[in-house]
């Protein structure tokens, strides 16, 4: 039962443009939700993260924005550039209960940036 | 201050052996979670401990287990081996468990082949 999705498993963007990475979840008891960026053989790096009481996040280059009644959330980055070609991960968690330290992740989706 | 340390960074075993990873957190931070990444499972929530005690676990079987010692390092065993344990081993700190506090951070994990 996989309660995070990513449906998208490759994406490929120009640099300059914007990229737009999105995630699903069906478990109505998630309230934190995070991005998280990896490199082949390291471990995942934390982007930006969003609470359930927001529907947008900002951080420079990157925006997450939360939609609670699809259950929807999307990672934009502009403008796109070649470092980002990364894996990007969305994850959430519970964080009102005991289980805040369990995150369910997506599987992940490949972003490329061309030049 | 020094990241997440994992040790070993790659690791070959047999089927049927055992083998046990480590995992040294931040500095202060007292909750070490640790995930299971194989392709296209993404990452897969293994057990968290937090002083000393397993306060979450996820849905691995009983060869996967873990402790926590009195200075916060972790350490995760797997028994018995099989083939599809082969996976990157990711171990993640924070100061309380919950990601909220920014504090949750990845290690650069332990791939391990079993052959």
């Known amino acids: 039962d996989q309660q995070v999705k990513q449906n998208s498993p490759s994406l490929s963007v120009q640099e300059g443009r914007i990229s737009i990475l999105n995630c699903d979840y069906t478990n109505s008891m998630f309230d934190y939700f995070l991005w998280y960026k990896k490199y082949p053989a390291e471990g995942p790096t934390f982007l930006i993260s969003?609470?359930?009481?927001?529907d947008k996040n900002e951080d420079g280059r990157f925006t997450v924005f939360l939609n609670k009644s699809a259950k929807h959330l999307s990672l934009h980055i502009v403008p796109s550039q070649p470092g980002d070609s990364a894996v990007y991960f969305c994850?959430?968690?519970?964080?009102?209960?005991?289980?805040?330290?369990?995150?369910?992740f997506g599987t992940g989706t490949r972003l490329q940036v061309t030049l | 201050k020094a990241g997440v340390t994992q040790t070993p960074r790659y690791l070959i075993k047999t089927r049927g052996q055992q083998v046990t990873l480590s995992c040294s957190p931040i500095s202060g931070h007292r909750s070490v979670s640790w995930y299971q990444q194989t392709p296209g499972q993404g990452l897969q929530f293994l057990f968290e401990y937090f002083s000393e005690t397993q306060r979450n676990k996820g849905n691995f079987p009983g060869r996967f287990s873990g402790r926590q010692f009195s200075n916060s390092r972790s350490e995760m065993n797997v028994s018995t081996l099989e083939l599809g344990d082969s996976a990157l081993y990711l171990c993640?700190?924070?100061?309380?468990?919950?990601?909220?506090?920014?504090?949750?951070?990845f290690g650069s994990g332990t791939r391990l082949t079993v052959v």
């Open positions: 994850a959430a968690s519970d964080v009102r209960t005991g289980t805040a330290s369990k995150l369910t």
């Open positions: 993640a700190s924070s100061l309380e468990g919950s990601p909220s506090n920014y504090g949750y951070t």
């Open positions: 969003i609470s359930s009481i927001k």
